[in-house]
């Protein structure tokens, strides 16, 4: 790949780790940064790897997904510009709680597990920060918890794709594009249901004309009935919803 542009201090700023840092802070932060950029489909890092660093996308986009021991596995969230990733694993065990695979090229920025611990200590702003970013992650991740317990297969695939076009997406002539690619087993991991139940969902949505695939990336062009579906709480989980779309394609 191409060489990497340095990191300039009003762009390190925008960082959600380090909003808030005076100049002479941002300055101590660009001297520890290590950049690397990668091509699409490469592993960040390893699920368990014990070298762990903390660190921030500048740009691309990331996968972060968790195997289980029988093989399975489930996306946790996606990464975008601006986004920390694999920061906890500094406080917990010092091991990558999962994969991080590029979706996309990108380019990121890491520090080590001392030089971020000496930056909090002598600017305790990036402590509250890396609080913050752990906060809105356990409540995402209590909301995903609370749809896998209460939600049919239909609702969880409609919030998922809600979720997605509110942080990733971008209102265009076609719809509201998520602007990275991605499969339907990736939809499938984010809304924990199998290949097969995604897929019969989002070729019934297709069908219907509420969204469709554009070179990998989902066009929504009807959001009214996703938030529809992932409202509609008398959904018995039986694939009401996924024949409704039928009958509108019909």
Known sequence: MSKIPP????????????????????????ASAAPRSFARDCRVFNQGETRVRAHVLVDGWIRISQSGSDGGQVVLRF????????????????????????????????????????????????????IRIV??????????VRELATQSAERRVAHALLRLTR??????????????????????????TTLY??????????????????????AVESLSELVRIAEDESETGRG??????????G
């Open 7 to 30: 990191l300039s201090r009003q762009a390190l700023s925008n960082l959600e780790l380090f909003r808030g840092l005076p100049a002479t802070a941002l300055d101590e932060v660009l």
């Open 79 to 130: 990464i975008g510009p601006g986004d920390t990733f694999g920061a906890v694993s500094l406080f917990t065990d010092r091991r990558y709680p999962a994969d991080a695979d590029t979706l996309t090229d990108a380019t990121e920025v890491s520090w080590s597990d001392k030089a971020l611990l000496d930056l909090m200590n002598s600017h305790p702003q990036i402590a509250i920060n890396a």
């Open 135 to 144: 906060g809105q992650r356990l409540q995402e991740a209590q909301h995903r």
């Open 167 to 192: 942080q990733v997406g971008t209102a265009t002539a076609r719809g509201i594009v998520i602007r990275f690619p991605l499969r339907r087993k990736d939809i499938a991991d984010i809304a924990g």
């Open 197 to 218: 139940s995604a897929s019969r969902i989002l070729s019934a949505w297709e069908r219907a004309g509420w969204l469709k695939t554009l070179d990998r990336r989902i």
């Open 240 to 249: 009401a919803i996924a024949a409704s779309a039928d009958r509108h394609a």
